[in-house]
């Protein structure tokens, strides 16, 4: 038996906490997605501010350690988040695999050129059919 598409199942499985929380993000209006927008972004700003706590970045202090565990659940937080911002933009699993693998292409073509220059024109053919 084959097991299920792993970006899939954590769409599903936010899906359904969003919706045990009360957020149905199927069912905002435009009010509503800006409002959840904000709150998703606000939420990824703590949890990376988290994430930077788990890193010894005071050179100052001597007495901080690398948190390798909790640094790891920070991302797994952050992604709850991302997941949760994406659904509100309308955006399933697949959309987003597509956009990442269009973008990618845009960096990696970058990249080739040496990106010296910024050229907003190269990411506007990243959208959805």
Known sequence: MAS???LDEIFT?????NQRIGVDTDALDEAGQREWVLNYTRAMSQELAELVDSVPWKWWAKYQTFDLQNARVEVVDLLHFLVS???VLGLTAEDVHRLYTAKHQVNVQRQDRGYAEKDENDSRGVSLP
């Open 4 to 6: 299920p598409d792993k």
């Open 13 to 17: 499985l936010q899906k359904q906490l």
């Open 85 to 87: 911002l994406a659904q």
